[in-house]
């Protein structure tokens, strides 16, 4: 099996397409999860987003360093391609849309239901360094190179984003661990 570096030189050597797609179906799936994570549940734009940063990584695929990773190439696309999309539809909208009637995500007994509700309750760049620091397991320094923050702030965003979290799980009723519940979120690490 080829590696990602091995495809990515088919693919800007000779325009190798059936290696791009190789590349595609090897990061699809964590991509799109991670646009899940960062669209607070929603499937479309998560699909619309991932769909616009393969694209775009297939046209820029010649801008990777030497040695640099691709995972975390494709996390910083799909990052900015997200926070581009934010700010399209802010522009677009003058008020936020009220939530939907009957929704109520502390019936949401799943992860993966739980989970981006949660993370609705954050701001943008702390769901963002959330997200990656503990569904997509990066490190802090990471993170930082994705986001384009600086180590500290990442720090201070999982920090605040935990809190968050924990305050309106505890004024919910809720645990951050136990079956179903977003575990992993209250265990701090320290990854620099």
């Known amino acids: 099996m080829a590696t990602d570096r091995e495809l990515v030189t088919r693919v800007t050597g000779s325009d190798d397409q059936a290696a791009f797609q190789l590349l595609v179906e090897r990061h699809q799936a964590a991509i799109r999860g991670f646009l ?8 479309g734009t998560a699909d619309d987003l991932a769909q616009e940063t393969f694209l775009l990584a297939y046209r820029k695929l010649h801008t990777l360093k030497a040695g640099g990773s ?93 809190r968050k979290l924990q305050e309106w799980l505890l004024e919910h009723d809720h645990s951050l661990s136990g079956p179903g519940r977003a575990g992993g979120l209250g265990k701090e690490t320290n990854r620099a």
Not at 77 to 94: E, G, N, P, S, T
């Open 36 to 43: 899940l994570r960062l669209t607070a549940g929603d499937g």
């Open 70 to 162: 691709l995972v975390s190439w494709l996390h910083t696309i799909a990052y900015r391609q997200f926070l581009q999309d934010r700010r399209k539809q802010a522009r677009q909208r003058v008020m936020a849309e009220p939530p939907e009637p009957g929704h109520d995500p502390r019936q949401a007994m799943d992860a993966s239901i739980l989970l981006p509700a949660l993370l609705s309750h954050v701001n943008e760049q702390e769901r963002a360094c959330l997200t990656l620091a503990y569904a997509e397991g990066m490190s802090h320094s990471e993170i930082g190179e994705i986001t384009g923050l600086a180590l500290g702030t990442v720090k201070s965003h999982i920090s605040r984003g935990k």
